[in-house]
């Protein structure tokens, strides 16, 4: 049988056979038991039906897989972690490239440094480093694919202390559009080097990611401490008013939420606004205990979570509340800074949020994002103050688009603070976004390199960086 889209064969049986034999991973087509499963992907609300689903067992199989879809002419979704909030990673009717299967990982703790396969999560790669003592900025929630969130720049824990995930990354092998492997550094191939470091999917297949680590842990002082909804506005300025003076080794996130019914937290508040500071200190414990005192004592905490813990235990902490399966709309922006004013909009349209789960994260910037050469990667906005995550998810499709509708009004609310945007942190594919996220001279420069290693754009399932001869 072919594999159709719709009515329409697109391919021969015969093509996809000889596919087939020539890979080592496994094909997947509609007509498999295993091909639900293997086109799900994180965020339900991109339900989508491939054409073919190449499971790839190594880097040989993504140069095939890679000819194939170009040859064919067929759509590219390539898939890591499966995370893309704008649906990236699937596709109706093309190929996805699923690297899941490649989860190789190298550690070599006396130069600290790691060689990563691109199907590697941040809950393996953090298991394998963490043995060591070592880790690199990686993903609040450890689902995350390691490559995605490292191609938009990767906002975590380790922020401040370490910059961006895409900071750390001191080369990758990449398949570009016309089936060859190569690798990009600083001294090969640098301008691939620098438009990979927050420019996406847009340049090929990354096959290896190798990247620098920093020690932490294995014990840090992390957690969360929460605040009740009457004191939401003082917490927020008090929370505001300390970032100014906090050591680069304390990196923290405010988020104004609904309570989830969770053991952890009294009963009397679930189901209310809450804000939660949640922070890692990245160094020793004494040091972060005494760094992050002022942050419990905002006003009254009705829980105070925050102690020393394993940093791979912070790293899973917010996972249940963030699995696989339900509808999610995520928008974010950069912000120059956060007055009274921005607060009490954040409130109050948090407030008008009627999403099951809708929280607001006030990522705090600053520290080695800041300090790292402004124009040294292609992740452009280094200069934010703070970076605002606004999420709405439900369980299902039931009152999604307005909970999406509220997750946009909440991004024009604070329009007066915004500077630019993140590609990692947005469900809205397309060139406002593009334009947001890269300023001119940045754009350009990822333009030239889009034409340089995929002029014909035959990768376009991301932020799209159009090659000049396709405006
Ligand atoms: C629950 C959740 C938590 C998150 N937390 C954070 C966070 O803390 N910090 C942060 O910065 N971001 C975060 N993100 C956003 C995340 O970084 C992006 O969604 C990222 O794209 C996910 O990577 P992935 O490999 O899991 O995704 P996938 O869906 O597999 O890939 C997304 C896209 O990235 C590109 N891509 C992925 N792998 C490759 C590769 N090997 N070669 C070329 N292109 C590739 C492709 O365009 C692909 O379609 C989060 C997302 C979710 C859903």
């Not at 719709?6 to 997947?28: F, P, S």
């Not at 498999?32 to 689903?53: C, K, S």
């Not at 992050?292 to 004592?297: D, S, Y």
Request: charged letters at 15%.
């Amino acid at each position: 049988m072919a594999a159709t889209v719709g009515e329409r064969d697109i391919i021969g049986e015969a093509t996809i056979g000889e596919l087939e034999a020539a890979l080592r991973g496994q094909l997947v087509r509609p007509t498999d038991p295993g091909y639900d499963q293997a086109r799900a992907v994180w965020n339900a609300a991109h339900d989508r039906h491939p054409a073919l689903i190449i499971r790839c067992a190594g880097t040989a199989d993504v140069v095939r897989a890679v000819e194939f879809a170009r040859s064919e002419g067929l759509t590219v979704a390539v898939r890591g972690g499966a995370h893309s909030i704008a649906g990236f990673s699937t596709c109706d009717g093309g190929v996805v490239i699923d690297l899941s299967p490649m989860q190789g990982i190298r550690v070599d703790p006396a130069g600290r440094r790691a060689v990563a396969q691109p199907g590697l999560t941040w809950s393996a790669f953090d298991h394998e480093t963490q043995a060591f003592g070592l880790a690199v900025t990686g993903g609040l929630v450890s689902s995350t694919g390691i490559a995605g969130l490292t191609l938009g720049g990767g906002i975590g824990w380790l922020l401040r202390k370490c910059g961006l995930t895409c900071d750390n990354l001191l080369s990758a092998d990449v398949v570009t559009a016309d089936g060859q492997l190569v690798t990009a550094s600083e001294d090969e191939h640098p301008e691939l080097f620098w438009a990979l470091r927050g420019g996406g999917g847009n340049f090929g297949v990354v096959t290896s990611l190798e990247y620098r680590l920093h020690p932490v842990g294995p014990l840090v002082f992390a957690g969360p401490v929460f605040y009740a909804a009457a004191d939401a506005a003082q917490v927020l300025r008090g929370w505001r008013d300390l970032t100014a003076t906090m050591p680069d080794e304390l990196t923290t996130l405010a988020n104004i939420l609904v309570a989830p019914p969770v053991p952890f937290l009294p009963e009397a508040v679930h189901g209310q606004m809450v804000v939660g500071i949640i922070g890692v200190y990245a160094g020793p414990v004494e040091d972060g205990t005494r760094a992050a005192q002022p942050l419990r004592t905002l006003a009254e905490p009705v829980a105070d979570l925050m102690g020393p813990m394993p940093y791979a235990a912070m790293q899973s902490l917010l996972d249940p509340l963030w699995t696989a399966g339900a509808q999610n709309y995520f928008t974010g922006t950069m912000l120059s800074g956060l007055p009274d004013e921005a607060i009490e909009t954040l409130l109050a349209q948090h407030a008008a949020g009627q999403a099951p789960v809708h929280e607001l994260h006030l990522h705090h910037g600053g520290g080695a994002m800041a300090n790292a050469p402004a124009g040294g990667t292609a992740f452009a906005h280094r200069d934010a103050a703070y970076i605002l995550n606004i999420l709405a998810r439900s369980p299902d499709h039931e009152g999604f688009d307005e909970h999406a509708g509220w997750a946009r009004g909440t991004h024009q609310a604070m329009d007066p603070w915004s500077t630019g945007g993140y590609v990692n942190f947005t469900s809205e594919p397309g060139q406002d976004t593009v334009r947001a996220s890269y300023p001119p001279g940045t754009h350009a420069r990822l333009v030239a390199a889009k034409d340089q290693y995929d002029p014909t754009n035959l990768f376009q399932l991301n932020q799209n960086i159009r090659p000049s001869g396709r405006r």
